[in-house]
């Protein structure tokens, strides 16, 4: 089931469901594969500029039952080559760290909507070579910016369509 897709939309008895469905930026899209369960959905980040436009990248989200004490559990399942997401799927985004010390992790206060946005954001404003999980990605763009992004745009076709 896709976000708003008509009257089955799991949004009904989930307010915070709701607000992300309202909230969603437009290169996003969400999906429950099981409309039953609300604690697990999928993410596809479609960017519009930068070196990751025109892929199609899907993350897979996992609300634990202790929510909102600590943040969900985020895998990105589309092989990448990006500095912040391994070609395994794990993600560097500070709002998903149970404990920060720069104080910009995860928080009671924090919701899926502010999860969504900031995956969108590791495609465009967050997107971060000085603090990198994937150190050979980063390095890669360091040595050579062009060569980089012809890596980038080889992943995009081969596994992000």
Not at 47 to 76: I, L, R
Not at 96 to 123: C, M, Q, Y
């Amino acid at each position: 089931m896709v976000l708003g897709a008509g009257p089955a939309s799991p949004v009904s008895g989930c307010p915070e469901v709701a607000e992300l469905e309202a909230n969603l930026p437009c290169t996003c899209k969400v999906y429950f594969p099981d409309p039953n369960k609300l604690h697990c959905f999928q993410l596809t980040v479609t960017p519009d500029e930068g070196y990751y436009q025109g892929g199609k990248f899907q993350f897979e989200t996992e609300v634990p039952d202790a929510y909102n004490m600590v943040p969900p559990k985020v895998k990105c399942l589309t092989r990448i080559w990006h500095p912040n997401i391994t070609e395994t799927g794990e993600i560097c985004l500070s709002l998903l760290r149970e404990h920060s010390i720069d104080g910009t992790g995860w928080a009671p206060t924090r919701t899926l909507k502010d999860v969504v946005w900031g995956l969108n954001s590791l495609f465009t404003d967050l997107l971060n070579f000085d603090d990198p999980l994937n150190i050979e990605a980063a390095e890669h763009h360091l040595r050579d910016k062009e060569d980089f992004r012809n890596k980038v745009e080889d992943y995009i076709k081969r596994y992000a369509r």
